[in-house]
């Protein structure tokens, strides 16, 4: 299952260079300054919950390379990605294995080792673990069983991408990936259909241009942003509608790396009486069903309070006598 790589931190940005970011980084360094050896230093014993860069190493966080130092053992998703973090910065914890293939079978070990009073440092290959991650079960059940859970915070492909895209950032909501198939895909999109926040998703290129139209059916054309390549050098925002973002990649063609889609919340409806799309929703629905079957149906499909639908569906019947 993807984690939190977003735009700039999938598997094939790394292969072909993705580690270095936006500067050159030589062994030791950022930029021209040296960095100062991390020395280890023991931990209280716990999970530690550690932020990782999302493609530019220089936002590894001073926190983040103690405790990584520190920890008798990082537990990553790969070690080939996670070895090279490490190797940067001369840090020569041990590496094992927790990702979605094992995590079931190893997770009990982990355990065991934690309440031995180790202190073990949880990564995902890149950003704030635990975002579509096994992670969060690790850590539901180190504290079911008492054992100190502590986060470093850092980057994240979520959180940068709404900072940048322009939209509202006072109430969001973050979807992950959304199904792949195009059905699946808009009857998730029905559910987040009348939230009032804006909506955070990650893609993958090829089914960017997909995706987009399929939010614009199901959520209308709303202001969006895509955002791909986020802290590298090739970082790339680009702002408009669902509509017009859709159409842009699908003449485009499909963008390097993995991407962040952020749509706006949906209008504020007309107080008084819904607009005309909920009188035609409510007469359907009252052509065949008693009164408090269509308010209910009605509210279900469009998200509108009950009480809403209800004043308008009086106001019909009214008419209609």
């Not at 860069?53 to 920890?71: C, E, F, M, Q, V």
């Not at 950032?169 to 009857?187: I, Q, T």
């Not at 009188?279 to 009252?286: K, M, S, V």
Request: hydrophobic content about 45%; proline content about 7%.
């Amino acid at each position: 299952m993807p984690r939190d790589k977003g735009a700039g931190a999938g598997r094939r940005a790394k292969k072909s260079g993705g580690l270095s970011g936006a500067v050159s980084l030589a062994a030791g360094t950022i930029g021209p300054e040296p960095i100062e050896a991390v020395q280890p230093s023991k931990l209280a014993p716990g999970l530690y919950v550690v932020s990782t860069p999302i493609g530019n190493l220089g936002d590894i966080t001073l926190r983040a390379l103690k405790t990584l130092a520190g920890s008798d053992a990082v537990l990553c998703e790969d070690t080939r990605i996670t070895g090279k973090l490490l190797a940067r910065f001369g840090i020569s914890a041990r590496q094992i294995l927790y990702h979605d293939h094992n995590a079931e079978r190893a997770r009990p070990e982990i355990l065991r080792r934690l309440k031995a009073g180790e202190a073990l440092a949880l990564v995902s290959d890149a950003g704030t673990p635990l975002l579509s991650d096994p992670g969060y079960k690790l850590v539901r059940e180190a504290i079911e069983e008492g054992i100190s859970v502590t986060a470093i915070p850092g980057a994240s492909a979520a959180l940068a991408a709404l900072v940048l895209s322009g939209l509202p950032p006072d109430a969001f909501l973050f979807g992950g990936f959304l199904p792949v198939k195009s059905a699946a895909r808009k009857r998730a999109l029905q559910e987040w259909k009348s939230v009032r926040v804006t909506l955070l998703f990650y893609e993958t290129a090829p089914r960017l241009a997909a995706s987009l139209a399929d939010m614009e059916a199901v959520l209308g054309d709303r202001p969006a942003s895509v955002s791909r390549e986020l802290t590298k050098f090739y970082e790339e925002v680009k702002r408009g509608t669902l509509a017009g973002l859709a159409a842009f990649y699908r003449e485009a063609g499909a963008p390097r790396g993995e991407v962040v889609v952020a749509i706006g919340p949906p209008e504020e409806s007309a107080p008084d009486d819904g607009g005309p799309d909920l009188d035609r929703a409510l007469q359907t629905a009252l052509a065949g069903a008693s009164l408090r079957q269509a308010v209910a149906d009605v509210a279900a499909a469009t998200g509108l309070p009950r009480r809403l639908v209800y004043a308008r569906a009086l106001h019909l019947k009214g008419e209609r006598r």
